[in-house]
């Protein structure tokens, strides 16, 4: 499966998570910048659980991530549930361009004889 990426302001970071001696966690959470705006939640996990730091709330960035799912039953008589996780594994900031950078399309101008 292809990695994924998405851009979005950085709203909100949560602590590691230390699920167990061996798993470790942490959840951030963008809102992407859309028509219909997505509230969407990360983790990071093991070694990758400091990639955020440096990043603050406000923050326009770029999270490269792995789609991972997996099924759980708590019993076999109970219901087949699926989770499915985003997990980050590169995360970058986003600039945004200043006007009169050169990527807009140059203005033309036209001189004519037309009396309107």
Same mark, same amino acid.
């Given at each position: 499966m292809e990695p994924f990426k998405v851009e979005g302001i950085l709203k909100r970071v949560s602590d590691?998570?230390? =699920?167990? &001696? #061996? @798993?470790?966690k942490r959840e951030f959470v963008i809102e992407t910048q859309e028509q219909y705006p997505?509230? =969407?939640? @990360?983790?990071?996990?093991q070694d990758r659980v400091n990639l955020i730091d440096g @990043? !603050?709330? *406000?923050?326009?960035i770029e999270v490269f991530f792995?789609?991972? +799912?997996r &099924?759980? !039953?708590?019993?076999?008589?109970? &219901?087949? #549930?699926?989770?499915v996780t985003l997990d980050a594994?590169?995360?970058s900031k986003v600039? $945004?361009?200043?006007? *009169?950078? +050169? $990527?807009?399309?140059?203005?033309e101008q036209? &001189?004519?004889?037309l009396p309107f």
């Open positions: 590691v998570q230390e =699920i167990s &001696e #061996r @798993f470790k997505q509230v =969407i939640q @990360f983790q990071s996990v @990043f !603050q709330p *406000g923050d326009k792995n789609l991972r +799912g &099924e759980w !039953q708590k019993d076999p008589s109970s &219901e087949v #549930r699926v989770f594994w590169r995360i600039e $945004d361009m200043p006007a *009169g950078s +050169g $990527d807009e399309a140059p203005a036209y &001189e004519d004889d």
